[in-house]
């Protein structure tokens, strides 16, 4: 008898990306994905960001669940707009809790979760909120890029 496997697709509501640390993310339509090196015109890529001091090859990309955005409204009165979360994508139905460790397509890219991110003051000072303590275990996730190539609005997100 096969084990009972739940299946899940979500889709991008969002991507995004900066130059520079501390200026606001920028909205897109689609980014192009380099293996080794991150998003092309990411500050992380380009050694420009907040953390590059620090590099990290599981920190080429970075996600987070729009599920977070409107849990933060409804249960505390908080409004983050998806560009003002510092992450790359922007997911809706997908666990990224689960997936460190994992591989899963965003369109046509190929990406593997390294690790949960954790919240950092940093945002605290971009967003001007008090938002730290309530992104604990809900800060998106990390990943490093398998298979490069170009996502966008609206692609599935999908377990490899």
Same mark, same amino acid.
């Given at each position: 008898m096969k084990a009972n496997t739940h299946i899940w697709t979500g889709v991008v509501e969002g991507l995004h990306l900066v130059p520079r640390s501390f200026l606001p993310m920028r909205t897109m339509? &689609? /980014?192009?994905?380099? +293996?080794? %090196?991150?998003? !092309?015109?990411?500050?992380? $890529? $380009?050694?420009?960001?907040?953390?590059s001091d620090r590099p990290e090859e599981g920190r080429q990309v970075t996600l987070f669940e729009v599920e977070t955005l409107e849990a933060l409204w409804r249960d505390h009165g908080? *409004? /983050?707009?998806?560009?003002d979360h510092r992450r790359n994508i922007t997911t809706r139905g997908v666990p990224l809790n689960h997936l460190v460790g994992r591989r899963f397509s965003v369109g046509d890219v190929v990406l593997e979760g390294t690790r949960l991110s954790t919240p950092c003051r940093h945002i605290? %000072?971009? =967003?001007? +909120?008090e938002i730290? =303590? /309530? #992104? /604990? &275990?809900? $800060?998106? #996730?990390?990943? *490093?890029?398998?298979?490069?190539?170009? !996502?966008? =609005?609206?692609?599935?997100?999908r377990p490899v």
């Amino acid at each position: 008898m096969k084990a009972n496997t739940h299946i899940w697709t979500g889709v991008v509501e969002g991507l995004h990306l900066v130059p520079r640390s501390f200026l606001p993310m920028r909205t897109m339509d &689609n /980014l192009s994905f380099v +293996k080794g %090196q991150g998003i !092309a015109g990411d500050r992380y $890529s $380009s050694g420009e960001g907040f953390y590059s001091d620090r590099p990290e090859e599981g920190r080429q990309v970075t996600l987070f669940e729009v599920e977070t955005l409107e849990a933060l409204w409804r249960d505390h009165g908080v *409004r /983050l707009m998806p560009e003002d979360h510092r992450r790359n994508i922007t997911t809706r139905g997908v666990p990224l809790n689960h997936l460190v460790g994992r591989r899963f397509s965003v369109g046509d890219v190929v990406l593997e979760g390294t690790r949960l991110s954790t919240p950092c003051r940093h945002i605290e %000072q971009i =967003t001007g +909120k008090e938002i730290f =303590t /309530l #992104l /604990l &275990n809900r $800060s998106g #996730l990390h990943a *490093r890029i398998i298979e490069p190539g170009e !996502a966008f =609005t609206g692609d599935p997100i999908r377990p490899v």
